[in-house]
């Protein structure tokens, strides 16, 4: 059905600047092109699927009540797919299902909902990429604040909502607890995390397993030190600040507010995103009618080297010059400019871990406060505590306090010093010898190549299999699979806008 709507030249109008059209296609629904309103509400048995060859970067088939919103497919990078909740004016995907496997662009995939939204792919979509848990629900609207929810009937509750499992960004009104999982930036390197009494920015290394700490901001009347106090948890108001508030308390008074730069402006009616960036910042934008693109009025980190990989891994940031270096001994002639080193994703234990050093006077960590240090007298027993440790990556020593700043995960960018005391040691992996890789990898091909020819003659066979079956089908019905993944027809969802009438039926 699809294929037939396609050949309409509607479809090939941008997104966003034909919502109506876009409807028509993404349900793949002839009818609807007769001049029907875009669907609002899903109810049990949709589905939408994604084709192969699809065009452009998002398909949406389910829309806000304002026109502002909606859900879709939506195309990551270069050939991923995920499902998305986009702000249509400026196509920012607000919320991401970001399943651990992301869908691959370039092959069908569906999105259904039969009680839970289920993303799949592969042939007959057996392969679940993503899907909302028990409980399960009756219908699925994306309310005027562009969250996604799952309902039951009859106004009796909300199993589901995607402000709950926020992506990298947050909105208007969404609130941001302690159980809500932390804002990962798109490329998962950072994450915003919320304490007790303060929310924080942490990099993520080795799949999330060790995190420092590189920003934290405290609640300002929130008092750590009283045990019975409840936690707080944040939230982005239209008025231009981000509050922090007491759990159980009216959500009136906050305990802290950073404003924006526009709140002295009294700018009301923006829409509001706070953003974790891919460079580890976290920022607020607002976006007004006819804007052509988002203004950021608040940035947590507002020095380019204090963010903690402005020159990637073993760069060097020198503040003022928006110059990069790469971190290089002392007594290394000439500069080298990034990108230095790749990013490490294990640490040093283990059989066979070599590293050489690099020592490196003049450097400082941007966030030293947040990394453990110890106290030696000597440059030498600094450098010899992170030597011995497997899972130190460098130390920063300071001659003058004699502090110890030990690096425990991979070294990223440090920060120019002028300071000839702040000397640096790090640890630099070695390459790893070509002859000895190839002694290991020859014991191990034989089996491997059997396992492999295993595997591919599985695979083979199951799309020989599937291939033959789509033809029997297609021979059979004329429609076939098809049928199967086909959405209801719009005219049974459309009646279910409003939430009381119908859905028994
Ligand atoms: C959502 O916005 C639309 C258009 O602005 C409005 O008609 C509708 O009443 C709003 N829905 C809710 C639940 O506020
Ligand atoms: C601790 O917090 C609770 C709840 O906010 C408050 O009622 C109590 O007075 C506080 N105690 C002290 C010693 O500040
Ligand atoms: C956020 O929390 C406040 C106070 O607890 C509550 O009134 C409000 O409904 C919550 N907002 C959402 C979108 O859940
Ligand atoms: C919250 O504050 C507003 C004005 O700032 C006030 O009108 C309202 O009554 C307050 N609500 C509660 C529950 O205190
Ligand atoms: C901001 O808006 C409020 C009401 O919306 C108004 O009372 C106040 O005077 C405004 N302040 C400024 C500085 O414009
Ligand atoms: C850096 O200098 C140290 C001696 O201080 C030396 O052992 C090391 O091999 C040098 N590293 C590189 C990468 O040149």
């Known amino acids: 059905m699809r294929r037939e709507c396609r050949r309409d030249p509607a479809t090939n109008v941008v997104v966003a600047a034909a919502l109506f059209f876009v409807a028509c296609a993404a349900l793949l629904v002839e009818e609807a ?17 994604h084709s192969a060859d699809a065009p452009g970067r998002f398909e949406p088939f389910l829309y806000a009540t304002n026109g502002v919103f909606a859900l879709g497919f939506f195309r990551v990078g270069a050939s991923s797919l995920d499902l998305a909740v986009v702000h249509l004016p400026s196509s920012f995907p607000l919320w991401r299902a970001t399943p651990l496997r992301l869908a691959d662009w370039s092959r069908p995939a569906t999105l259904s909902f039969d009680g839970r939204l ?44 995607s402000f709950h499992s926020p992506s990298d960004t947050l909105v208007l009104d969404q609130n941001f607890t302690l159980s809500t999982p ?15 009494t303060y929310m924080a920015l942490h990099m993520e290394f080795y799949g999330g397993r060790t995190r420092p700490m590189y920003w934290q901001h405290t609640a300002l009347m929130a008092q750590p030190e009283n045990g019975t106090e409840p936690p707080v948890y944040g ?17 009136n008074e906050s305990v802290d507010r950073i404003a924006f730069d526009t709140f002295p402006r009294n700018l009301t009616g923006a829409f509001r995103r706070m953003t974790l960036d891919d460079d580890g910042n976290l920022r607020a934008y607002y976006w007004t009618d006819g804007s052509k ?14 963010l ?54 003049r450097v400082s960590l941007a966030y030293k406060e947040r990394v453990p240090f110890e106290t030696y007298e000597t440059v030498a027993e600094c450098e010899e505590s992170c030597a011995e440790d497997c899972t130190c990556w460098g130390a920063l020593y300071n001659g003058a306090s004699g502090y110890c700043y030990l690096i425990g ?9 002028a300071d000839d005391r702040k000397v640096g040691y790090f640890k630099v992996r070695k390459a790893r010898q070509s002859a000895a890789r190839a002694r290991t990898m020859s014991s191990g091909a034989t089996a491997a190549t059997v396992v492999l020819s295993l595997v591919l003659a599985v695979a083979g ?45």
């Open 461 to 505: 066979a199951y799309v020989g299999y599937w291939l033959w079956e789509r033809r029997r089908r297609r021979r059979a019905g004329g429609v076939g699979m098809e049928q199967e993944l086909t959405p209801r027809p719009y005219r049974d969802l459309k009646s279910m806008d409003s939430s009381n009438n119908s859905f028994k039926s």
């Open 409 to 417: 995960f991979p070294v990223e960018t440090v920060v120019y010093e």
């Open 293 to 306: 693109d988002w203004t950021s009025d608040y940035q947590a980190i507002s020095e380019q080297c204090e």
């Open 235 to 251: 939230r982005l108001d239209g008025r231009g600040f981000f509050g922090l508030y007491l759990q159980g308390g009216s959500g």
């Open 308 to 361: 903690p990989t402005s020159c990637g891994a073993y760069g060097l940031c020198v503040p003022g010059q928006a110059a990069c270096q790469c971190l290089v001994n002392s007594t290394t002639v000439g500069t080298t400019s990034p990108p230095c080193a790749a990013v490490e994703t294990t640490d040093l234990c283990g059989a066979g871990q070599k590293f050489d050093v690099v020592r490196r006077s």
């Open 182 to 196: 932390p804002l990962i930036s798109e490329n998962r390197r950072f994450a915003l995390r919320l304490g007790k």
């Open 118 to 161: 289920v993303l799949a792919t592969g042939p007959g979509a057996g392969t679940v990429l993503w899907s909302t848990l028990n409980p399960i629900g009756d219908s699925v609207k994306l309310l005027n604040s562009s969250e996604l929810v799952i309902r039951l009937f009859d106004e009796r509750g909300t199993p589901w909502r």
């Open 33 to 49: 092109c007769g001049g029907e309103e875009p669907v609002t509400e899903l109810s049990n048995g949709f589905t939408a699927t």
